[in-house]
RNA sequence: GCCCGGGUAGCUCAGGGGUAGAGCAACGCACUCGUAAUGCGUAGGUCAGGGGUUCAAAUCCCCUCUCGGGCUCCA
């Protein structure tokens, strides 16, 4: 070709430089031209926001960023084309497997299969079609992409009824039917793309992929589970395998290292190595109960927390358990949340039910007399019990139970100030979840959804209260558009923990139904009735889930004012021990919940003990103690234990220490 | 509720048709020690429960309960 100039194009990059490429080049072409190392690394291209292959052609004038597999994006696509080798591994093995989707998730992918005649994978299947990933991953088999129309497309997958669903899903709407839809296939056009490794394995798909099947291995199929096709329980279920992938072979171990560490920090099993709680099968799925350590921490959480109610205007009350089929006919509960509810009981003619929320019973301390608007706003405040009917296959250690104590509040107000209520309200929350450690926010606003009970102004009126809020406090949040419950919107208040998964926490909602249906009223000033607003907020959500998300969160290491022992006072020899006593009534003296542990067993082995309780403090006292009045002082998170510390002095620190809720690092 | 996998000593687990095992914990005795496991000894089990197959079942089969991982659900 050296009897013509080759035309050239010019492209774009991120950093706003011009790169200069032949005719016809493609992505890998530029990320060769840019550097041999990127062109190793490089993994796909975003092509003017588009991802695309690495074998698409560029045009002249276009912006290309080159995706590498150490970032999120790369990860997707390394992921999603490691789902479709486990496709490819599962059809050779299972012949006629009917095929749903398989997209890139965070932290890893699936592919949920339909195996023929109803078979189901176990835990040993999964190092078999793991071995055959392995070989198709060492055939360094291409992905090919391929253009069809609609037509064709429908005849390439014509024995596959999910792919052939989606094809006419998205040919008769134009929209893939949700996210995870839309990964395989672009409602762009008229066109259906898909990927060829094979002569036999194509699949369904938008890409982008890896070139080839060799630029992948990273990877471990990590479990297999039931999953409904399109999530819709009425519909098949499918043969789901969950796996992850990485572009290193340490990126990997290092994820799966987290896992384990996540593992660790299970508030389940440090529930029963720090003896916190359990869940007797005599008693039931998900109803927990609280060993004294337990029951020490939950009450110091819930101690603090009342506190803070009432310094800031808000009135404890106490209900019952159980309330009569009438209260919650009037509440509407009955209606539309009776499968949540526990079964009645039968009782001198009248049906009782266990309370599934507080609010009516609330409700009714409001309405015992008439309430005037020199009273409002009216803070009711109460860590009520309520039931709800989990499903078992839903319960979880103590984060989803099915007896739920909730510091639940209901604000009536006056609608003039339910935007001034809302705003101090949540930087109440937000400051009461600090004081446990928790400090990274992220909120949610609801909007109304199509089904909706009151006028549109007040929805208008109360969001807006709601958006003011979340500006004021200064924290991050999206708004759900339609997302509210049909009765108001709401925020949810989510944090981030220490080893930064997202909980769900607090929430606050204005309610318009309510009021409605038990006729609340208020007298104003003018004399004449009217509605008051309503507001339900939880703070921790449920205690006992809260508990739950604070010992993950600190992985067991409270800080000193929730452990529920703080010090152990450990005499070196049994003539310490009378020095011991009076180190232990001192501190006792000051409020510290302080333990001894004899000399019967070496000393190395009781520190041994203490650590592994995960104890804030460790008090070694021995000679040179009993002489000088002092303690050697051994801090969780650390080996190197202070020597001869006054033990004034150390009452002084730990009580700061308490008082600011603060504590010594990680055991 | 549905799919998959578990349930053996208080805990963590081994055993997989022929009379039940280990480590830790517990208990007893000795040791008296300056910062993450002192030694010796003892006790501890209807192998989740029920039914079946077998001369014989912890082990194979069926049902139930329960726990875990997912799906659905979370007003």
Redo the contacts with the bound molecule.
């Keep these: 070709m050296s009897d013509q100039v080759a035309a050239e194009i010019t492209v774009s990059l991120p950093d706003g430089s011009t790169r200069m490429l032949a005719d016809g080049a493609t992505g890998f072409d530029l990320a060769q031209s840019i550097g041999s190392r990127l062109a190793k690394d490089a993994i796909a291209v975003v092509i003017n926001g588009v991802e695309s292959d690495l074998s698409t052609p560029l045009s002249s004038g276009v912006t290309v960023r080159v995706l590498t597999g150490n970032i999120e994006e790369g990860r997707q696509v390394i992921r999603h084309s490691t789902s479709h080798v486990l496709a490819q591994a599962v059809t050779s093995l299972w012949p006629g497997t009917k095929f749903a989707i398989g997209p890139s998730i965070a932290d890893g992918f699936y592919y949920d299969f339909d195996l023929p005649d109803g078979a189901?994978?176990?835990?040993e299947d999964l190092v078999a079609i793991e071995q055959r990933m392995r070989e198709i991953i060492s055939e360094d088999q291409p992905f090919v992409r391929e253009e069809h129309t609609f037509t064709e497309g429908l005849a390439l997958f014509a024995d596959q009824p999910y792919k052939t669903e989606i094809i006419e899903g998205v040919r008769d709407t134009n929209l893939p039917a949700d996210e995870e839809l839309a990964l395989e296939i672009s409602p762009s056009g008229a066109q259906v793309s898909a990927y060829r490794n094979t002569e036999e394995f194509v699949d369904l798909c938008r890409g982008p992929h890896v070139p080839s099947t060799g630029r992948l291995g990273h990877f471990k199929l990590?479990?297999?589970?039931?999953?409904?096709w399109r999530?819709?329980?009425r519909r098949p279920?499918l043969?789901?395998i969950?796996g992850t992938a990485f572009e290193s072979a340490t990126a990997l171990a290092e994820h799966l290292h987290r896992l384990e560490e996540a593992e660790r920090r299970?508030h389940?099993r440090l529930g029963?190595e720090l003896d916190l709680f359990h869940?007797p099968?005599e008693i039931?799925?998900?109803l927990p109960v609280f060993h004294p350590k337990g029951a020490l921490i939950r009450q110091t959480m819930e101690d603090y927390s009342l506190a803070m109610h009432r310094e800031h205007g808000y009135q404890q009350v106490w209900t019952p358990h159980i309330a009569k089929s009438t209260l919650f006919e009037i509440s509407g509960?009955l209606g539309?949340?009776a499968e949540?509810?526990y079964p009645p009981m039968e009782m001198e003619g009248a049906t009782y039910y266990p309370k599934?929320?507080n609010c009516p019973m609330h409700i009714l301390i409001y309405k015992d007399r008439q309430r005037s608007y020199r009273e409002l706003p009216l803070r009711l405040f109460e860590f009520g019990t309520?039931y709800?009917f989990?499903?078992?296959?839903?319960?979880?250690?103590l984060t989803?139970v099915r007896g739920?104590t909730q510091d639940d509040s209901h604000i009536f107000c006056a609608p003039e100030q339910l935007a001034d209520e809302l705003r101090s309200l949540l930087a109440f929350v937000l400051d009461v979840l600090r004081a446990f450690g928790l400090t990274e926010f992220e909120a949610e606003l609801s909007t109304r959804p199509e089904k909706f009970v009151g006028e549109v102004e007040e929805w208008d009126a109360a969001t807006e209260a709601l958006r003011s809020a979340l500006e004021a406090a200064e924290i991050p949040y999206i708004v759900a558009e339609g997302e509210g419950?049909?009765?108001a919107p709401k925020i949810d208040v989510h944090v981030r923990d220490a080893i930064g998964r997202r909980w769900q926490l607090s929430t606050l909602q204005v309610d318009f139904q309510l009021p409605q249906r038990f006729d609340m009223s208020y007298v104003g000033a003018d004399n004449s009735r009217h509605r008051p607003q309503m507001i339900h907020r939880a703070l921790f959500g449920s205690v006992e889930r809260f508990f739950g998300i604070l010992l993950e969160h600190y992985a067991g290491n409270l800080p000193t004012w929730l452990s529920p022992v703080q010090v152990c006072i450990?005499p070196?020899?049994?003539?310490?021990e009378d020095y011991g006593a009076e180190v232990l009534s001192t501190l006792r003296a000051a409020g510290i919940r302080v333990e001894m542990a004899p000399?019967?067993?070496?000393?190395?082995?009781r520190?041994?003990h203490a650590?592994?309780e995960k104890l804030p403090y460790?008090l070694?006292?021995?000679?040179?103690?009993?002489a000088n009045r002092t303690?050697?002082?051994?801090s969780?998170g650390t080996?190197d234990?202070e020597?001869?510390v006054a033990l004034d002095e150390f009452v002084g620190r730990i009580s700061q220490e308490i008082d600011q809720k603060s504590g010594p690092g990680l055991?």
């Design positions: 189901h994978f176990s835990d990590m479990r297999v589970a039931g999953a409904y999530g819709d329980e279920q043969q789901r969950y299970d389940r029963a869940f099968p039931g799925g998900g509960h539309w949340y949540g509810m599934p929320m309520v709800r989990e499903r078992s296959g839903v319960l979880h250690g989803r739920i419950a049909f009765y450990l070196v020899r049994d003539d310490h000399a019967d067993e070496p000393l190395g082995a520190v041994r650590k592994l460790v070694v006292v021995g000679d040179e103690d009993v303690v050697g002082v051994n969780r080996n234990p020597r001869g055991s």
